[in-house]
């Protein structure tokens, strides 16, 4: 992937499973992507699933995913159309999850306070930047095996062309 542009929804601190994808629906949607994508953040903003739009990123603060391990709290993002979350920090297991299905999980704290909701940025994965506000903010790279789980859309697609 190379340097592509998305509109950011901003979020604070310590967002966790339950607000991404709510528990309630846990075991009342079968993994449907339409109805798991309906959902996303309802319980946090209302306006999301309805306007969320594919290639739109999610910046948010510290913590991001914390709470249980509820692979929904992705994929959910995912069927959304959401690209890449930018975080201050991410809980381990949802960072996994992430990569695991193909959402980009980048931490870089100063993107955190110089976005805001409605304004675009530019991810640029070839060199590891990050284009807002007229400023270029460095992240770290992912190991070249988690690039490739990333580039195939997650770890099942990257298995299958494995064999």
Known sequence: MTKTIH???KYGDNINTDVIFPGKYTY???HD???LARHALEDLDPAFA???QTGDVIVAGRNFGNGSSREQAVTCLVQAGLRAVIAHSFARIY???AINNGLLAIECPPVVDCVETGETLAIDTTAHEIHADGRVFAFAPLPVAVQAILDAGGIVPWLSAQV
């Open 7 to 9: 509109r950011v929804w």
């Open 28 to 30: 009342t949607i079968n």
């Open 33 to 35: 992507p339409a109805q």
């Open 50 to 52: 309805a306007q969320a």
């Open 95 to 97: 960072f996994r999850n």
